[in-house]
C-alpha cells in the first residue's frame, strides 16, 4: 500500500508540475502577446509599407498596393492574429525552457549535457527559419506572384489574407529549419542510422520536393525557394547525425 501511495503521490506531482509548466507558457505568451496588441498597428504600417515597395517592383507601379479591410471585424481579428503570432514567438525560449525543466529530471547527465545545446539550437533555428521565410520566400513569392497578373487587373491585397498567407510562411519555416535537430535525434535513439540518411538521399529529395510543392502556392519558383534550403537542412542533418553517432560511440567504448 505504502508503494502504491508513493507511486500515486508521484504521479500527481508530476501532473502539478506539468500543470504549472503549462500556466507559465500560456501566461508568457498571453504577456508577449498583450505588449504585442499595443505595436500591432506599427506592425501593419510596416508589413504595408514593405509590400508596396514589392509590389511597385514587380508590378511596375501600377495599382492601390494598401492592405484594404472588406469586413467590419476584420481589422481586429487581423491584429488579434499578429500579437498572437509576435507573442508566440516571443515567448518561445521561456516556453523551450519551462518544458526543459518539466522533462529534465527524466535524462541522465549526459543526456542533459547533450540536449541543452540542441535546444538553443532549435530556438535559433526557429528564427532563423522565420526570418528566412519573411525576408527570402514572402518577397520573391509575392513579386513572382504579380509578376504574373494580367496587365488590365488592379492589384488590390486584402488585409486578412496576406496577413495569413505570411504568417503561413514563417511558421512553416520557422518548422521546417528544425529538419537537422529530427534527423539528429533519429540518429541519436538509434532509429535512423546516419547511414541510412546518406543512402537514401535521392528519396528524401523527392520527399523534399513533395513537400515543397505541397506547402507553398503553386508555382516553380517559390518551390524551389523551399526545397533548396529543405535539401541543405538535410545534409546538415546528416553531419549532426554522424557526429551523435560518434560521440555514442565513444561513450560505449570508453
Given at each position: 500500500?505504502?508503494?502504491?501511495?508513493?507511486?500515486q503521490?508521484?504521479?500527481?506531482?508530476?501532473?502539478?508540475?506539468?500543470?504549472?509548466t503549462?500556466?507559465?507558457?500560456?501566461?508568457?505568451?498571453?504577456?508577449?502577446?498583450?505588449v504585442?496588441?499595443?505595436?500591432?498597428?506599427?506592425?501593419i504600417?510596416?508589413?504595408?509599407?514593405?509590400?508596396?515597395?514589392?509590389?511597385?517592383?514587380?508590378?511596375?507601379?501600377?495599382?492601390?498596393y494598401?492592405?484594404?479591410?472588406?469586413?467590419?471585424?476584420?481589422?481586429?481579428?487581423?491584429?488579434?492574429k499578429?500579437?498572437?503570432?509576435?507573442?508566440?514567438?516571443?515567448?518561445?525560449?521561456?516556453?523551450?525552457?519551462?518544458?526543459?525543466?518539466?522533462?529534465?529530471?527524466?535524462?541522465?547527465?549526459r543526456e542533459?549535457?547533450a540536449?541543452?545545446?540542441?535546444?538553443?539550437?532549435?530556438?535559433?533555428?526557429?528564427y532563423?527559419g522565420?526570418?528566412?521565410?519573411y525576408?527570402?520566400m514572402?518577397?520573391?513569392?509575392?513579386?513572382?506572384?504579380f509578376?504574373?497578373?494580367?496587365?488590365?487587373?488592379?492589384?488590390?491585397v486584402?488585409?486578412?489574407?496576406?496577413?495569413?498567407f505570411?504568417?503561413?510562411?514563417?511558421?512553416?519555416?520557422?518548422?521546417?529549419?528544425?529538419?537537422?535537430?529530427?534527423?539528429?535525434?533519429?540518429?541519436?535513439?538509434?532509429?535512423?542510422?546516419?547511414?541510412a540518411?546518406?543512402?537514401?538521399?535521392?528519396?528524401?529529395?523527392v520527399?523534399?520536393?513533395?513537400?515543397?510543392?505541397?506547402?507553398t502556392?503553386p508555382?516553380v519558383?517559390?518551390?524551389?525557394l523551399m526545397?533548396?534550403p529543405?535539401?541543405v537542412?538535410?545534409w546538415?542533418?546528416?553531419?549532426?547525425?554522424?557526429?551523435?553517432?560518434?560521440?555514442?560511440?565513444?561513450?560505449?567504448?570508453?
Open positions: 500500500m505504502a508503494d502504491s501511495s508513493d507511486k503521490m508521484s504521479f500527481l506531482g508530476h501532473l502539478e508540475e506539468l500543470r504549472w503549462v500556466i507559465w507558457i500560456v501566461a508568457a505568451t498571453v504577456a508577449a502577446a498583450a504585442a496588441w499595443f505595436v500591432s498597428d506599427d506592425i504600417v510596416f508589413l504595408s509599407n514593405d509590400l508596396a515597395a514589392i509590389l511597385g517592383r514587380a508590378h511596375g507601379g501600377r495599382g492601390d494598401s492592405l484594404h479591410v472588406f469586413e467590419v471585424s476584420e481589422a481586429f481579428t487581423t491584429k488579434f499578429i500579437a498572437l503570432l509576435v507573442g508566440f514567438l516571443g515567448a518561445l525560449p521561456l516556453s523551450v525552457y519551462k518544458v526543459w525543466r518539466f522533462v529534465s529530471p527524466g535524462l541522465f547527465t542533459r549535457r540536449v541543452g545545446p540542441l535546444i538553443l539550437l532549435s530556438i535559433s533555428l526557429f532563423a522565420v526570418a528566412f521565410a525576408f527570402v514572402v518577397k520573391i513569392t509575392v513579386a513572382f506572384l509578376k504574373m497578373m494580367p496587365p488590365s487587373v488592379v492589384a488590390t486584402r488585409l486578412g489574407s496576406y496577413i495569413s505570411v504568417t503561413k510562411f514563417c511558421l512553416t519555416f520557422g518548422l521546417v529549419f528544425q529538419m537537422p535537430l529530427v534527423l539528429a535525434l533519429l540518429a541519436w535513439l538509434g532509429i535512423v542510422p546516419a547511414r540518411l546518406k543512402k537514401t538521399w535521392r528519396y528524401a529529395i520527399g523534399i520536393l513533395i513537400i515543397a510543392a505541397v506547402l502556392p508555382d519558383v517559390s518551390q524551389t526545397a533548396v529543405m535539401l537542412l538535410y546538415i542533418g546528416y553531419l549532426l547525425a554522424r557526429s551523435f553517432e560518434r560521440r555514442g560511440a565513444r561513450r560505449v567504448s570508453s
